[in-house]
């Protein structure tokens, strides 16, 4: 069965340093990856998504994220942290199995301390 | 475009009322779902829509019923709430590819905040 694991729950991180939000995922078959940002009382929206092409992949508002398949893992980093990104960020991971479902983490919360 | 629209956004309730949580999509997805979350447990799939016509129960469909109207609409029901229902629910839309592959993205309303006391 597919399933993700997000490590942390909550991380909190300085203005300007690095964020890794780690990100593992369990699939029988090549699987397509997806992180996710909720800002509080909205909806999610995707940051990127990794679906068999590069495996470092770049997102939006400066995120990346490698799919690494013999670590099953697909972390999120961005090199400077802003206040701008606190929010709440969400792994998922899909594949030709899944039957149009998609399965989410439990989610990591990012703190920016100014 | 408005994109995933969803209403109410807010609603209270108590226990045994019914309700129906109202989502229409204006993209031309396939794909429909309706999730809930709540603290620490993430996105859970209630129930989805891979097409028109179609609907099938993901992870906690117990106490929910959904119908896919049209290609737009996509409708959640709880027939009788219960206060372990009170969560935030978020429909999405994703465009899937013929013969299937997940690999487009989900769309998100901005989700209903239900409390059923």
């Known amino acids: 069965a597919q399933s993700v694991t997000q490590l942390g729950s909550h991380v909190s991180v300085s203005e300007g340093a690095l964020v890794l939000l780690r990100c593992n995922y369990s699939s029988s078959v090549p699987p397509y990856l997806f992180w996710y940002v909720q800002y509080p009382n909205q909806g999610l929206q995707l940051l990127l998504k990794?679906?068999?092409?590069?495996?470092l992949v770049k997102g939006i508002n400066g995120f990346e994220a490698e799919f690494k398949k013999s670590e099953t893992s697909f972390h999120l980093t961005k090199p400077s942290a802003h206040m701008s990104d606190a929010a709440e960020y969400f792994c998922a991971v899909s594949d030709a199995n899944t039957g149009n479902q998609f399965y989410f983490g439990t989610g990591t919360s990012l703190t920016v301390i100014p | 475009n408005a994109g995933v629209t969803q209403t109410p956004k807010f609603q209270v309730l108590k226990t045994g009322q019914s309700m129906t949580l109202q989502c229409a999509q204006d993209?031309?997805?396939?794909?429909m779902y309706w999730y809930r979350q709540d603290p620490g447990m993430g996105l859970r799939l209630i129930y989805y829509?891979?097409?028109?016509?179609?609907?099938d129960k993901g992870e906690v469909p117990n106490g929910y019923n959904v119908s896919r109207l049209n290609k737009r609409e996509f409708s959640l029901r709880l027939e009788s709430a219960a206060p372990s229902q009170t969560s935030v629910y978020f429909c999405?839309?994703?465009?899937?590819?013929?013969?299937?592959?997940?690999?487009?993205?989900?769309?998100f309303g901005e989700g209903s905040r239900l409390t059923v006391l």
């Open positions: 999405a839309s994703s465009k899937i590819p013929v013969g299937g592959g997940n690999t487009g993205e989900l769309f």
């Open positions: 990794y679906t068999s092409a590069a495996t």
């Open positions: 993209m031309n997805h396939n794909s």
């Open positions: 829509s891979a097409s028109e016509g179609t609907t």
